[in-house]
């Protein structure tokens, strides 16, 4: 076990000992004092700034030390806010100024507001700032789609195990592409599998329906903390979070109103507000206000001179699903000013890879229902048409503007895969090839893969997919990717990975480069 481990786990032990009677409440477990056995995040840390996360049990004051080693003998104090109902009860509280490329520990404690002296236990955590210099390189690991299907925390096979096997590689950080939750998708208590074997979940009451209220969408959020697993890594690995459709409802899109027996709300907007509300209490996210819907999910993460990480959000600012054969579609996807945003951060960016996050795919056709389609791509293989009009411009703008270091990662579809894109094999023609690469589930149902769309050119050069629908983690490994960027070199490596320690599929890109062929 490294050195930075230690420390963590010796938090992680109370935070499990208080999480023992499954799916209670912290409140139930410990009397007296704030107690924070939901444990501890980071988020979009830089090369000088964190965001730490906490969640007590009830009303209390956040408190964070920070040290640059274990023992805490020398600790610089941050004084956080005030922990109450209005966020459930969590808050984040944003490091600055803290030294480039070097570990840095930290414990949270949560003290009553009206008495400083009761405090309860600290919890520890630790993480990596980004580098200053070329030199240490940057890896880091990405994924989405966690407790969907039906397939929850399941203790007989330990849980979501994909988090621990992540922790083990410790990564610099850990890109989470979406789908971070599916509160449209309530949980049983058992579910018989084809081979006859039993799949059984921890249960809580808003996992037993769809969420509509703001208590049920943060029950969702809450839900995930309840692994062990999950909570070891958030106190190792800090987080880059984005989200897709699952955090709402499935293939939702603004405007949207349901019709769906299942929810007595049916207005999409109204849900989305409240989810949002809930992601960026449970999710230490710099753009999202922790008090309310206000604030973007779209960013960049600057991650060194390496690596700029561009977090994008297809959901908030999309048009309708539809048959996407319309010649003028200037909302497409990412909404105009998402795309101004985009364009503009690309062409400023000096790092020399730039990661676009995605969290859906661009040339794999993902319907919606019999005629509509959920992603960008609709099947037609000619020139760009719908939403795929808003990627050409993109994709135009990355070649004439010579922008180099350009790489797609994604999840959504639930198998893994690399697609390569070149203009010879396109419709449309004016882009500089580019790879884009697919992982997922974390921890939920897998499925075959999708049709291909010609428009971009893509070449599946590898995919690994199960060959029928909602495939079960018992049943079939779980998948994330992998990114390791020399420091020296600068080349690039993508690994893709399955469940078990197996590296199905390797790529080194070089940098430096507008395009990257297929090589």
């Known amino acids: 076990m490294s050195y930075n481990r230690r420390t963590v786990l010796r938090g992680s032990l109370a935070a499990s000992a208080a999480l023992s009677l499954g799916a209670a409440a912290p409140a139930q477990a410990l009397r007296g004092r704030p107690n924070a056995a939901w444990g501890v995040q980071v988020g979009d840390v830089t090369s000088s700034s964190g965001l730490v996360w906490v969640r007590s049990d009830r009303p209390a004051r956040m408190i964070v030390e920070t040290s640059a080693t274990e023992s805490f003998r020398r600790t610089h104090r941050w004084h956080g806010p005030l922990l109450g109902p209005g966020t459930d009860f969590t808050g ?18 949560t003290a009553d507001p009206d008495d400083p002296r009761r ?58 592409s979406g789908d971070t939750v599916y509160a449209d998708g309530p949980l049983v208590p058992s579910v018989t599998l084809p081979d006859g074997r039993v799949w059984r979940n921890v249960m809580t009451e808003e996992k037993a329906k769809v969420a509509e209220t703001l208590a049920e969408y943060r029950g969702n959020f809450r839900y995930n903390l309840l692994d062990d697993n999950v909570r070891r890594f958030n106190a ?32 999409v907007d109204v849900l989305a507000a409240r989810a949002m509300r809930a992601f960026g209490e449970y999710f230490p996210v710099s753009t999202l206000s922790p008090r309310g819907s206000e604030g973007r999910m779209h960013r960049v993460v600057r991650y060194g001179p390496l690596l700029d990480v561009f977090v994008l959000d297809m959901r908030s600012h999309r048009n309708a699903n539809s048959p996407g054969r319309q010649a003028d579609d200037t909302t497409g996807i990412l909404g105009a000013e998402q795309l101004t945003w985009l364009k503009r951060e690309l062409s400023h960016s000096r790092a020399v890879w730039k990661v676009i996050a995605s969290d859906m795919p661009l040339g794999l056709v993902v319907p919606d229902g019999a005629v509509n389609f959920e992603a ?70 897998g499925f ?21 629908a909602n495939v079960s983690p018992m049943e079939s490994p779980q998948y994330f990717g ?4 020399d420091g020296g070199s600068g080349e690039l490596t993508v690994r ?10 390797s790529k080194v890109l070089q940098p430096g480069r507008v395009g990257q062929d297929r090589g």
């Open 376 to 445: 960008v791509a609709q099947g037609d293989p000619g020139a760009p048409l719908g939403r795929e009009l808003q990627i050409a411009e993109l994709l135009r703008f990355i070649k004439h503007r010579r922008i180099t270091g350009t790489l797609w990662l994604t999840a959504d579809v639930h198998y893994t895969s690399a697609q390569h894109y070149a203009p010879e094999r396109a419709a449309f023609k004016d882009f500089a090839p580019f790879w884009e690469f697919v992982s997922g589930p974390l921890a939920a149902g």
């Open 236 to 267: 190792q690995v800090p987080t880059v979070a984005q989200w897709d459709d699952h955090e709402v409802r499935n293939n939702w899109y603004p405007g949207q109103l349901l019709d769906d027996a299942r929810y007595t709300e049916k207005d």
């Open 119 to 176: 405090t309860g236990e600290p919890v520890y955590g630790t993480f990596r700032t980004a580098p200053a210099r070329r030199g240490p390189g940057v890896r880091f690991l990405w994924s989405g789609d966690i407790a969907g299907q039906g397939w929850g925390i399941n203790p007989d096979i330990g849980g979501f195990r994909a988090f621990d096997e992540m922790r083990r590689l410790d990564p610099d950080f850990f890109l989470s």
């Open 448 to 468: 075959p893969a999708n049709a291909l769309d010609g428009t971009f050119g893509p070449d599946r050069v590898f995919v690994r997919a199960p060959e029928r």
């Open 482 to 485: 992998e990114v390791d960027i």
């Open 92 to 109: 984040t509280t944003a490091l600055r100024g803290l030294p480039a490329g070097e570990q840095i520990h930290y414990r949270v404690t």
């Open 496 to 505: 893709l990975r399955a469940e078990g320690g197996t590296v199905l599929f």
